[in-house]
Each structure stands twice: as C-alpha cells, then as structure tokens.
C-alpha cells in the first residue's frame, strides 16, 4: 500500500531538507568547542525568545516522532515538548536520529492506510479533535503538517544562523 504523496514527503525531507538543516549546523560549528550550535539570538527570558539550532533539531526530532510514529504508524510514543526547546546535547546523534526517522515515513504511513485511521499524535500544541471532528485529518494533511513543520523550523535555523554568524563577525 503505497503512497505516492508519502515517497514525495520521504524525497523533500531526505534529499532537500535534512542536507540543509546539516549544512545550517556544521555552519555553526557542530558539536565542536566553543561552537554556537547551543547559542540563541535572544536570551530566554526576552521579550521575544528563540530557540537554538540544537534545540529546534531536537524538537523536529518530536515532531517526527510525535506526527510520524504516533499518529501515522500507531507507536505509543511519550513526548515532552516543551523540554525539546530547553535541549543542550550533542546535535549531530540528534540530526542521526531526525535521518533515521524521515526514512520511517513511508512504512508509517502505510501503517496509517492499512489500519484505516489516524492515532492521536502525542505531546502536540494542535488542535486533533476539532480537525478530526471537521474530518481534516487524514493521512495527506499529516504528511503535508510534517513536511510544513521541517521547512519551516529549516527556515527558523537559517534566520538563527545569520543572526548568530553576523553578531560574531561585528
């Protein structure tokens, strides 16, 4: 049972955006000393926080988890949202993992298919019920919800980026 819609969601993530959000790390140094892989353009507690790129790979990793393994494939996953934006580990096993969880895609998928329905994805801040009430909630609008959330947090590192490497250049 495949999808078309899945193999072109697993094809965008593996070969456009996952290289980019690798490129945006090692731009930033990777896990080397003294890199700014763990800095953010604006402190915690500011007006208006951001999250380091570190943390934004950890939380896309929820995002697959939490959209992916749960909703699409049926897994019982546990997730902590709000503690992916406060990560400060290593980023490369993190961009490892968030490979390895785009490659689950299309067997999630076809898990979704097979048993006729969506699980509820976990620890996400949307609203399920009320889109599953209005009945758009299907596989399609999840599998666009997690290609969306990528670009748009590859976006975020890209900002993150520029705004980090220009502050040290001054």
Do not use: K, Q
Not at 95 to 122: I, K, N, Q
Request: glycine share 8%; aromatic share 4%.
């Amino acid at each position: 049972m495949d999808s078309p819609t899945s193999a072109a969601v697993h094809l965008i993530l593996t070969t456009e955006l996952l290289p980019a959000l690798r490129a945006v790390v090692t731009e930033l140094g990777g896990d080397g000393p003294g890199t700014l892989v763990h800095s953010r353009p604006t402190a915690v507690g500011s007006a208006h926080p951001t999250n380091s790129a570190a943390a934004t790979v950890r939380h896309l990793c929820g995002v697959l988890t939490s959209w992916g393994a749960a909703c699409l494939g049926g897994e019982e996953v546990r997730r902590h949202r709000e503690s992916e934006f406060a990560y400060d580990g290593p980023v490369e096993p993190e961009l490892d993992r968030l490979s390895a969880l785009a490659d689950r895609v299309p067997d999630w998928t076809t898990a979704a298919l097979r048993r006729g329905d969506l699980a509820h994805p976990a620890g996400t801040a949307f609203p399920v019920e009320r889109a599953r009430a209005a009945g758009t909630l299907t596989v399609e609008w999840v599998l666009a919800h997690i290609l969306h959330d990528v670009a748009t947090h590859l976006g975020h590192l890209e900002v993150t980026r520029d705004v980090l490497l220009s502050a040290g250049s001054r």
